[in-house]
């Protein structure tokens, strides 16, 4: 089944190897981020694995959402990790210290951090798929919705209360891995501020012993400074006043801020699809979308379009070219002629377009730019789910032949089926983790 011993398996052969991956990381409640380096659930992965899900078995989908939604702490935030029982991943929850937040539910394990919030994003998907399904399948997706709407708008209330910094209107992290794009080159300047102690509790890392070569993974110097950003939320106990008073890492994320703006529509829309008696909540879903957007358009470069983040501890604006600084197509920030500027930028031969790619989609960071590295995880690498954000988005936003494109480009990435959590842009080669189960995901939504 593989197309003509090119070593690429054919659609059907690629849509069973991504269901078998998703079964096989599935403990029941979750499906885990991947078998070996990260043997938990991670918030905006489960987005993303529950539309895949949703090919396979709405109501599986739908547990993915709930088993999610009951770690959600009493404050509305999602945390980015909840932990199953299984070693192996460090920081694990002893090293979080989160057993002693009363926020938490005592049920769950979790970090004490968030990501991105695509959430609301994958439900209003997954409502389309089972939709498209049967009667059967949308009735239960639409009770899920009707059920999960107030937890979901509870998450997004968070993040308008303790993450929108004001006058910029960003979102604000307080970590990398807040970001999802962990040692991206957005954060380098960020975290030359952040200065470990020296009562930061010894450690040892696990994450390099997962991948075939530690050089894919971001450096023992970056690790440390992830580690005491922990350590001081950690003696916060993760009050969110008081992380944002603290810590050493404070950011505008264009990128989270146009994934929050997309977010807070798609919630709306749902809750005015299926008529939900959430008049005032979907006001200010719509005004939150609004303000989000107009930060993302406010962060953009007049003259190329490309939107940066800032630094709110140092005021600097960060103008490293990562894919990120495209955040403005994600959410339709930009009126034109700018909006066609950065799509010609982005398929361009800096970015999609350039002359040595296997396939044709987005690397992380431009291999013009200075410190490209085409194998260290988020510093040039692709990432089909990066990927798929934008095709989804370009799709939505009326660009459906380019979305088809990078569809096809995206597969091309995937069809040796080992489903690679990021890609070396000229070769080809799967990086960091194989059986990766966003990957695996978002291979089911490109073929079904
Ligand atoms: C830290 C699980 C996660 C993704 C992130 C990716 C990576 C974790 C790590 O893996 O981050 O959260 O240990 O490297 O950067 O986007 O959610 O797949």
Redesign the pocket.
């Known amino acids: 089944s593989t197309a003509a011993g090119s070593g690429r398996l054919s659609g059907t052969t690629l849509a069973a190897r991504a269901a078998a991956v998703l079964r096989d990381n599935d403990t029941g409640a979750l499906v885990t981020?991947?078998p070996k380096l990260?043997p938990h659930m991670?918030s905006?992965?489960a987005a993303f694995i529950a539309i895949g899900l949703a090919y396979l078995d709405v109501r599986r989908a739908l547990t993915e959402l709930g088993t999610l939604l009951a770690a959600q702490w009493s404050d509305g935030m999602l945390p980015?990790?909840v932990f199953t029982d299984a070693d192996g991943y460090f920081p694990g929850p002893d090293r979080w210290g989160t057993d002693t937040v009363t926020r938490r539910p005592a049920s769950v394990r979790t970090s004490g951090i968030c990501?991105p919030p695509v959430h609301a994003i994958a439900l209003r998907r997954i409502v389309d798929v089972a939709r498209a399904n049967s009667a059967g399948e949308a009735a239960l997706a639409e009770s899920f919705t009707a059920r999960a709407w107030q937890a979901l708008y509870r998450w997004h209330r968070w993040i308008a209360r303790h993450r929108i910094a004001e006058p910029q209107g960003l979102l604000t992290i307080v970590h990398g891995?807040e970001s999802?794009?962990?040692n991206s080159p957005r954060w380098d300047a960020p975290y030359a501020g952040v200065r470990p102690g020296p009562d930061l509790p010894p450690y040892v890392r696990l994450?390099t012993l997962g991948v075939d070569d530690p050089a894919e993974r971001p450096s023992d110097d970056e690790y440390h400074r992830y580690l005491w950003l922990i350590e001081q939320m950690r003696r916060v106990g993760y009050e969110p006043v008081e992380v944002l008073a603290t810590s050493d890492f404070r950011v505008g994320d264009v990128f989270s801020t146009a994934l929050f703006a997309v977010a807070c529509d798609d919630l709306a829309d749902l809750a005015d699809d299926l008529s939900l008696p959430f008049r005032a909540e979907v006001a200010g879903l719509r005004m939150w979308a609004a303000r989000s957007r107009r930060a993302v358009a406010d962060a953009a470069d007049p003259v190329s379009g490309l939107a940066f983040d800032l630094d709110l501890r140092s005021g600097e604006r960060l103008r490293t070219r990562t894919v990120a600084a495209f955040a403005p197509l994600l959410c339709s920030a930009l009126a034109e002629p700018l909006e066609t500027r950065l799509l010609s930028d982005l398929t361009g031969p800096d970015w999609a377009g350039h002359p040595g790619l296997t396939a044709a989609v987005p690397p992380s960071v431009s291999p013009r730019e200075n410190g490209f590295d085409p194998r260290r995880y988020?510093r040039g690498p692709q990432w089909p789910v990066v990927v798929w954000l934008f095709s989804f988005a370009l799709r939505r936003g009326g660009h459906t032949a380019l979305a088809r494109h990078w569809r096809q480009e995206g597969l091309r990435l995937l069809s040796d089926g080992s489903f690679g959590?990021y890609y070396e842009p000229f070769t080809g080669e799967p990086l960091g983790s194989t059986q990766?189960s966003?990957t695996a995901a978002v291979a089911l939504d490109w073929l079904c």
């Open positions: 981020a991947s990260y991670w905006w992965d980015h990790i990501q891995w999802g794009m962990d994450d988020w959590e990766q966003w």
